[in-house]
């Protein structure tokens, strides 16, 4: 966040802003209603608000302040965790170990069509942990040591895929059991797709790493470069599921683009750039985290007690020059 000091303001629909340095900024309305301008308004100097007092308590209530902001749902595709679809655009949080940390990533932005804005609704507050972080792309980019990001810029990153007996299988990630249709999406949004004799999925796509943002036009770290390598698997896992499959089918690894592997002290440094970027603020039951997909990251913390976390991902949006052939020939 650019904000170091902590101090609350005014908004024009008389929402109270709240900054703090390494917290995520929190608007407090002055009633249940949506305050849409105030939102966006705090959406766009920040990338990311917490909108505490809506007394969100039902996933329907999080597609109502969806319709309120004027965001358009779209439906999950090539989700890498299972998910439970809970109706009109609402998702259940990815169904992810509560004691394992989820590492700083844009939602899909390894997809050709990115979801523009992310919407998180707390219906119920962890004991401790569970805190989703953010992390602003355009801090993280600066940060990132040069000949680091040179690489990545100009070939962009690959992401390969094996839908098989580890984690989702493609009819899940897909939602159809039609491999016809599967294929078809492939095709439109270039992923080099091959099926095995086993009826498994392999995939590889290549996505740019570093995008302009479409209304301010500046630069992006905008990737999962780090977050689905195996490098950032717990190390036993990462050793079992290499002894069992090998490296050609693991549920999922990054490379660069031009199809090299990369290093782990490259993975580190991505992770600890994001770890000094994250801003915070601990769940309350009934809050509503809105985020900037685009030019924010996010996280989840490990947590202890029962976390109920909505999702809600919205404003499909293309961006120029992101989906790239797999191939850099």
Wanted: hydrophobic letters at 40%; proline letters at 7%.
């Amino acid at each position: 966040m650019t904000d170091t000091t902590s101090h609350g303001e005014k908004l024009p629909d008389g929402s109270r802003l709240v900054l703090d340095e390494g917290r995520t900024p929190i608007l407090e309305p002055p009633g249940r209603d949506v305050p849409a301008k105030d939102v966006r308004e705090a959406l766009g100097r920040h990338g990311a608000v917490l909108v505490r007092g809506l007394g969100l308590a039902a996933p329907a209530d999080l597609a109502a302040v969806a319709h309120a902001l004027g965001v358009t749902p779209m439906r999950e595709r090539e989700s890498f965790a299972a998910r439970d679809d809970l109706g009109h655009g609402v998702y259940s949080a990815s169904l992810w170990p509560i004691d394992e940390p989820m590492c700083m990533h844009h939602e899909l932005s390894y997809a050709a069509e990115v979801p523009a804005i992310a919407l998180f609704g707390c219906l119920r507050a962890p004991r401790s942990g569970g805190a989703t972080g953010v992390a602003d792309a355009r801090a993280v980019l600066h940060a990132l040591p040069a000949e680091l990001v040179e690489p990545f810029e100009r070939d962009g990153w690959l992401l390969a895929r094996h839908y098989g007996d580890v984690g989702l299988g493609w009819a899940q990630a897909f939602d159809t059991e039609d491999a016809d249709q599967v294929s078809a999406y492939c095709r439109k949004h270039l992923l080099d797709h091959r099926w095995t004799a086993d009826g498994s999925l392999r995939t590889v796509q290549r996505r740019s790493a570093v995008v302009r943002h479409p209304e301010s036009g500046e630069r992006l770290w905008f990737n999962q470069i780090a977050f689905l390598n195996e490098l950032t698997m717990d190390p036993a896992v990462r050793e079992y599921l290499l002894s069992l499959y090998g490296p050609d089918a693991l549920p999922f690894t990054t490379r660069y683009g031009d199809g090299t592997p990369i290093p782990e002290s490259v993975i580190e440094t991505i992770n600890a750039t994001y770890t000094a970027a994250t801003a915070r603020e601990p769940w309350q039951t009934g809050d509503v985290l809105v985020v900037d997909n685009l030019r924010m990251a996010h996280s989840r913390e490990a947590y202890e007690g029962e976390r109920d976390v909505v999702a809600l991902f919205g404003d499909p949006t293309r961006l120029p020059g992101h989906a790239r052939p797999a191939t850099t020939s």
